[in-house]
């Protein structure tokens, strides 16, 4: 293939796109000047893995946008790389991803590390979007993606994944790609609508059997959590250190956790460990702390598992479970809600004597699942 001199002024530009990628060296032109505020409208016509070929590219490019030149030269000069530049031409408009690429090395570059992943994420989850040309998305096509990632992840991913659609066709508006019309970003719903039956969904004493029988490291947090009350949070702040097994006093043994959460109520607070639970405990902190997050564990881990079981739960489900099942085997009101972390007026003072303890050991222990 032919080598090309350097371009003149105003024939497009190479830009070296971070991060690992076969093909780094993003080749673009000018096509004109936005009347909102007056930047340059630049279009991408291709990658590359050498600045050369980009640079070429180019060159091939201007060329085939000047009278003379036919096809056949072009072909002769350029061989393979025109290929891709005819590509170009034939394809009216970039992707969902090549847009997002130009914003991530412009608009994004000065954010943070941990917010460029959190965005970085957030357009992974956005991968049936990726090849689409900007004028072919629809606002069905956005809220489907988003939608599907709602049992997945938390509010502040699915707000990153609107940002992204809209930033994308904000810049394809800018650059005249599409019409303003065009954008249906601002109707994206990224709320989670519950309604209080779902909100307030305990498992059933048959769901229960089915996990007891189950006997693996995913039935066995599934129960710490039914039958601790815990929020979903609690159980990874819960240390090595604060777990107490078969503490002896007076001939009476118990056994408890202390964990907490950052009300008043929930914080530094003693969890009694049920019998059923208390062999295997220790086992699913340590295992339930290696998703880091509980954002990670209710996608890699609970709702996976659920939906093995052909079961419709969510992690805060264990903990209405619990209030079910104390209010159905009696436990007292008072160790119920200190057991829960709940505020109540009954509750004058913050010290656990043995005999409390104890108490709310022997009332935990009411509740029976097998």
């Known amino acids: 293939m032919a080598k090309f001199k350097r371009r003149p002024n105003r024939s497009g530009t190479v830009v070296k796109l971070s991060g690992k990628r076969s093909k780094p060296y993003m080749a673009k032109i000018t096509t004109g000047y936005s009347d909102i505020d007056g930047s340059q409208i630049q279009k991408a016509i291709g990658y590359y893995e050498s600045r050369e070929d980009a640079l070429n590219a180019l060159s091939l490019y201007c060329l085939s946008q000047k009278q003379g030149v036919n096809e056949q030269q072009l072909q002769q000069l350029g061989g393979s790389l025109y290929k891709s530049v005819t590509n170009f031409n034939n ?15 412009k608009e994004l570059a000065n954010l943070t590390k941990s917010r460029i992943g959190a965005y970085n994420a957030a357009f992974k989850r956005l991968s049936k979007l990726h090849n689409k040309q900007i004028n072919n998305i629809s606002l069905f096509d956005m809220q489907e993606s988003i939608d599907k990632s709602k049992l997945e992840v938390g509010s502040k991913a699915l707000i990153d994944m609107k940002s992204i659609c809209i930033k994308i066709f904000e810049y394809a508006i800018i650059h005249q790609y599409i019409k303003r019309d065009q954008d249906f970003t601002y109707y994206l719903n990224v709320y989670k609508k519950e309604t209080k039956e779902a909100k307030h969904k305990p498992f059933t004493l048959d769901e229960i059997k089915i996990l007891t029988s189950e006997n693996n490291i995913e039935s066995k947090i599934c129960l710490v959590y039914i039958l601790t009350g815990c929020r979903p949070i609690e159980l990874f702040n819960v240390s090595e250190q604060n777990i107490f097994i078969d503490i002896s006093d007076n001939d009476k043994y118990i056994s408890y956790f202390i964990t907490g959460s950052k009300t008043e109520a929930g914080k530094d607070r003693i969890i009694p460990i049920h019998n059923i639970i208390k ?20 996608s890699k881990c609970f709702y996976p598992y659920m939906d093995k079981l052909g079961l419709a739960h969510t992690p805060y489900d264990t903990r209405h479970t619990f209030a079910t099942l104390a209010k159905l085997y009696s436990v007292d009101e008072f160790c119920r809600k200190r057991i829960m972390g709940h505020k109540s007026k009954d509750i004058t003072d913050d010290v656990y004597t043995h005999t409390f303890k104890f108490k709310l050991f022997e009332e935990i222990n009411k509740i029976e699942i097998l």
């Open 91 to 105: 394809h009216d408009l970039p992707t969902f991803k090549d847009i997002y690429i130009i914003i991530l090395n």
């Open 279 to 298: 062999p295997y405990l220790a086992e699913v902190i340590k295992s339930i702390k290696k998703f880091d997050t509980p954002a990670n564990f209710r």
